[in-house]
């Protein structure tokens, strides 16, 4: 462990420079994106696509969240100095310099366009970059210290990765890629929330309203809930209208009971004032959990009933 | 509780109201009839007539649609909209294409009409899926998929629609239409009951 060997050393002082940006991309939030983004090239396609428009797809894709990532810890690096969670991030810890935070974001963003736009198509690249300005001026500088439904409108921006990975097969938009950005965009109220509800202190302090930091816990979950059923709801409905068959009705419904009962017992605990920040967490790691296996069951079943 | 704004959290029906206008908004500009609209403004569904529509020939040359080759005036017709990228169709097209070239070969009139509509696709793809898998039946060019899913509704690829002589639809298939599938309708459309 503490060997001081001259390889580790160099190798130790090259991540120590490479790894401030990867963190400013949010490489996490970027493998949420990509977990949507295949399955629904899948079924766009109703088979497997080539593995080169994949790849280029999912990079064009990463570039493009990454940039707006970085954007966003570019433009919020003074809350984020206030809050516990993201103190550790590279523009307040020092490692990078906002500057160089802010042209690292914008050459990424401008790869992603050209990137996609060469080799996709040029729909996929404006609707990638699209969702990154939606992020920064929408969510990021007017909502997100303004609105308690700050994440609910913001949570378009997310969602729209399923319409890139749609018309990089297509080269067009239907009702099924709507509908599926309908999913996420229901799915991250509740989503975001939950996480909310652990860090509530932590925006308190930096005076961002984000619901439960503003609210009451029983409003909270309660609202929880009704995205919770909402959820539901657009996810059988993406079974008929994609005419999918029973691997993904059946997937979508069990999967979402469970998310209405965890739901359900969050709100339940908030009204007798026991509901914890642990509790909150286990719904957020359930909710991620949710969203890739309801992809991978609509890959699944596309794969089964066109193979 | 602490912390408590002066912003206080809007109704949760503001919110739902707002997803359902934009998802409805959404939708309703994406399904815009770019072509002539259906004529009863709802998706074709198995009995109704099909849509009207005519489109520019794949190669150039006289425009594909119905009624023209078939589909109305007295022959079937099987709608096969597919492109170049779609998975299934790349094993579907070719062995339609097959039984197509069978039957028409010496300039015989093949008793059902084939035509494709080739959605959404740039035409130099179009044109080398089409070599490929030698495709003689007329293919119609629906570049801005204002067949496929404004007439038509549909949202992915293949789809098939099964016409009968006087027009009205017999069958809708989402995915692959197999060989044995187009048989099937095909000895059922020649005897009409």
Redesign the interface.
Known sequence: MASEAPALGVTRARWSRVGPYVALTKPRIIELLLVTTLPTMIVAKRGVPPVWLMAATLIGGALAAGGANAINMYVDRDIDRLMHRTRKRPLVTGAVTPRAALTFAITLEVLAFAELWGLVNLLSAVLAVSATLFYVFVYTMWLKRRSTQNIVIGGAAGAVPVLVGWAAVTDTLTWTPVVLFAIIFIWTPPHFWALAVRYREDYQAASVPMLPAVASLVRTTSEIVLYTVALVAVSLLFSAVAHMGLVYTVSAAVLGAVFLVMAAQLWRLARVDRATGREAMRLFGYSITYLTLLFVAMAADTLIRYH | ?????P????P?FL??GL?VAA?LG??LF??RPGGSPSPNGSAPRVGSRVPAFSLPRLGGGSSVGVPGEGGGGGRPAVLVFF?S????CQSEIPALASIYRTQSAGGATPKVALIGID????THNALAFVHTDGVTFPVGVDA??SVT?GLF??????ESVVVRGDGTIAHIT???LSTSQFWAWERRLATPT
């Open positions: 509780m602490p912390g408590v704004s912003r206080r959290p809007r949760i919110v739902v997803v998802v959404v939708g994406l399904t492109a990228w779609c998975g299934p959605g959404s696709d740039p801005d998929y899913q509704a549909f949202t992915g690829l293949p989402y995915g692959a």
